[in-house]
C-alpha cells in the first residue's frame, strides 16, 4: 500500500520527476490518463533560497493535479531545510528529497546521487528537513554509487530512522545513469527492513513492465519515466492490466494528436510560446509513433516556432490519416 500523509493507494502506479517535463501540462495529462501521483520536476534548493524567480516558479502547482510531490534537491543542510520550508508554503501532498540525480554538476556539488557517497550525512539531511516542516517527506535514490557501493538496504533503514515515509528507489546505480538493465531484486530485500512504502523505478516502458514489476517484487507503487514520454496513455493501460488483467485496445489517432495539442496549449501560458513550443518537441515521436508518414509531419514541427502552424500541421496529418484509412 502506497500510503503517505493522505494518500493511501494500493499498488499505485506515479509519473516521475523529470527536469524540463514534468511542468504542470504534461502533469495534468498523465494525471487524467490515469496517474496516482505527479511530481515536479527537481527544484534546486540554493536557488529556492536565493529567492531566484525562475526556480520559485517550478513549485506552482493546481488543485487539479493531487496529489502532487514537489522535489527538492541540493547539499547543504541548511539550505535543503529552508527550501523544504518554502516549497512547504505551496502545500504539495508531499515534498521529495532527491539522492538519485546522476548528473555531473549536480554529483560534484555533493547533491542527487551524491548524497549517497555518505550515508550518515543523508540519513541526518533527511532529518533536519522531516523535523522542519509538518508534510510528509520522502526519498528518490538509487541502489548505490557503483556496482561496487550498493548500500541500499542500509540506506533505506537510515532513510526510515531519519523519519521518510516514503522511498522511490530507482533500481540502477549512479555509475549506470539511465542506461542498463535496472536491478528489481533489490525492491524485495528493502521492503524487508522498512515498513514504509517503497516504490519501484527504472525500466517500466510498458504496462506489462508495470505488472511485471509488482508481481516480482511486491512494490508498493511503480513510478514511470521515459514510459510516460513515449506514450502517456500508460498509466491507464498499466491500471487496467494491473487491476483488473485487462489489455487497453490502441488510442485513436484522433485521440492521441489532439492530446498532443492540448498539451502544448496548456503549458503554453506556463512557459511562455517559445519555451513551450521547444520543449514540446520531445514529446512528438511519443504521440506520434506508428501514424504512417509520421516522420515526414515530425520533420514539419521542429522546423517551426508558431502553434497556429503547428496546429494546421497536426490537424491536417490527422486528416490525411483519416482519408487513407477510409480510401484502404
Ligand atoms: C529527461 C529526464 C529528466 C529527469 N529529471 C529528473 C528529476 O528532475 N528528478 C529526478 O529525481 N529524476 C529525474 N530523472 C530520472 C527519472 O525520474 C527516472 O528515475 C529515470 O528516468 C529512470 O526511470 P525510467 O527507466 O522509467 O525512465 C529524469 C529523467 C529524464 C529522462
Sequence with gaps: MFKIGKINIDKAILLAP????????FRLICKELGADVVYTEFVN???LVRASEKTHK???????????GIQIYGSNLISMVNAAKIAEEENPDLIDINAGCWVKNVVN????????KDPIYLQSLVKSVVDSVSLPVTVKTRIGWDFDSIQIVEVAKRLEDAGAEGLVIHCRTRSQGHKG???WSWIPK???VVKIPVALNGGIMTAADAKSA????????VMIARGAIANPWIFREAKEIVEHGRILTEVTNELKIKTCIRHLELSLPVKGDRRAILEHRKFYSGYL???RNASHTRMKLMQTTNMNEIREILLSFLEELETSQVEN
Design 18 to 25: 523529470m527536469e524540463d517535463v514534468t511542468d504542470v501540462s
Design 45 to 47: 534548493a540554493e536557488g
Design 58 to 68: 517550478k513549485l506552482k502547482i493546481i488543485e487539479e493535479e493531487r496529489p502532487v
Design 109 to 116: 556539488c555533493g547533491a542527487g546521487a551524491g548524497l549517497l
Design 181 to 183: 538493465e535496472p536491478d
Design 190 to 192: 528493502i521492503k524487508e
Design 214 to 221: 509488482f508481481e516480482q517484487t511486491n512494490a508498493d507503487a
Design 289 to 291: 509513433k506508428g501514424m
